[in-house]
């Protein structure tokens, strides 16, 4: 049988029951594991088998779905975690260390600028911010000799700026560095990075993946494409001896998985970021419906920014699937299929009005939350990047009147006619 749709792995991937086994895949609620000798558990933590002694490490139930996310995004492995800030950290410490320098896009989501550029920077690594459409000469102006990864999103949280992955992916690897793309609103149905040169995938599931805002999780997806030997110097805690393991070389002895089973081994293992099975089932119950969730979302934003842009209390909007918008040409090429379901605009009054149309909302929740099945919205500028300066807030594309709206799968028309009478009240 020739390989699955992208959709239907959203249902199939990760759990194939055995004859006599449960249909659904089981919720495995134990934080330890049997053995019937101390020397089978010794190769556990030795690295030299395969199971699982601990659920702080490695759970069946979770591993189940992050096998699924790592089919979904053509991966070769994955490994969840228990935010999408921590899938975020873990994918940039698995390469990074005190000393180590990071180029990232400047449109990110506020927290993963506050982590690049505060916490990481107390750590002793640095980020260099370039503009999301930087071209190659900026982009490669912003590397120096210590330089471990570039980093960006697919969507940005909240500008929606649409980032070239190929033209990144290009200048990263001629600087023998990997891409690591943060794809949690374009999702695996409407963009795969690794097609277009990215490393690694990140998403916070707490957003479309798990799609009923029931559950907070990230998950961090290795392509295996990238070649850690080949630039062994650059990254000697993968390509090195661990001594926490006697010796283990992570590239040398896992091949392709060298850079989750470092993650799991290590960061896992000592930060211990990890999800509970329970939220890894009601995260695969989510998944089984992306693929016709994000279809609607996408159906009925583009709607919505229709919809806006004819408005005349409306100053702007930003939505790439719009002619005209400034990414739309690489919305075309990357995103064909659909954007996602998030409209960012500005009412005419500026940061009043727009406190003035969310307080009117009916229909719409204000929430701190994105990417589910109900429309909800937020005002970025004070709430999601309130620590930001001002001058960060210009950075980041985030103005004070910017709305951030998040289009459910309710009916659109219902979805409009709210907007329409709060827009009455602005």
């Not at 695969?284 to 016709?292: D, P, T």
């Not at 229709?306 to 690489?330: C, F, M, N, R, T």
């Not at 605009?345 to 109900?374: N, P, Q």
């Amino acid at each position: 049988m020739k390989e699955l749709h992208v959709n239907s792995k959203c249902i199939l991937s990760g759990y194939q029951p055995k004859n006599g086994e449960p249909r659904q895949l089981p919720i495995i609620q134990s934080t330890t594991f049997k053995y019937d000798s101390a020397d089978e558990m010794g190769k556990l933590f030795d690295l030299e088998a395969a199971g699982y002694f601990y659920t702080r490490l490695a759970n069946p139930t979770s591993d189940a779905v992050a096998a699924k996310i790592a089919d979904l995004e053509g991966g070769v492995g994955a490994i969840l975690t228990s935010s999408g800030q921590a899938a975020t950290t873990f994918s940039l410490l698995n390469v990074c260390g005190s000393g180590d320098h990071i180029v990232a896009s400047t449109a990110i989501y506020g927290g993963s600028f506050n982590l690049l550029s505060v916490t990481f920077k107390k750590l002793g690594i640095e980020t260099t911010f370039v503009e999301p459409d930087a071209t190659e000469e900026e982009l490669n102006a912003a590397f120096r000799e210590n330089t471990k990864a570039v980093f960006g999103e697919t969507i940005a949280n909240p500008a929606l700026a649409v980032l070239d992955i190929e033209k990144f992916a290009k200048v990263a690897h001629s600087h023998g560095v990997p891409l690591i793309i943060d794809n949690t609103f374009a999702t695996p149905i409407n963009c795969r990075p690794f097609e277009w040169g990215a490393d690694i995938v990140i998403h916070s599931t707490t957003k479309y993946l798990d799609g009923h805002a029931t559950q907070t999780g990230g998950v961090v997806v290795d392509s295996g494409n990238f070649d850690w030997m080949a630039h062994a110097d650059k990254f000697p805690g993968l390509t090195q001896p661990d001594e926490s393991y006697h010796g283990k070389n992570y590239a040398v002895d896992f091949g392709k998985m060298a850079y989750i089973t470092k993650i799991q081994a290590q960061l896992m293992r000592d930060l211990g970021a990890t999800p509970g099975p329970f939220n890894a089932f009601l995260l695969n119950l989510g998944i089984e419906s992306l693929h016709v969730r994000v279809q609607r979302h996408c159906e009925n934003a583009q709607k919505v920014a229709e919809y806006l842009q004819a408005h005349p209390k409306i100053s702007w909007v930003k939505y790439a699937g719009l002619p005209g918008d400034k990414d739309y040409e690489l919305a075309q090429k990357y995103l064909p299929d659909g954007v996602c379901g998030v409209v960012s605009f500005g009412i005419k009054g500026g940061r009043e009005a727009a406190t003035r149309f969310m307080d009117s909302l009916k229909l719409a929740e204000i929430a701190t939350h994105v990417a589910d099945a109900r429309t909800c919205t937020l005002h970025p500028a004070s709430t999601t990047h309130r620590q930001l300066t001002d001058q960060q807030l210009i950075e980041a594309g985030v103005t004070a009147d910017l709305v951030r709206f998040s289009v459910g799968i309710e009916y659109v028309g219902d979805i409009i006619d709210d907007i329409e009478q709060a827009l009455e009240n602005a």
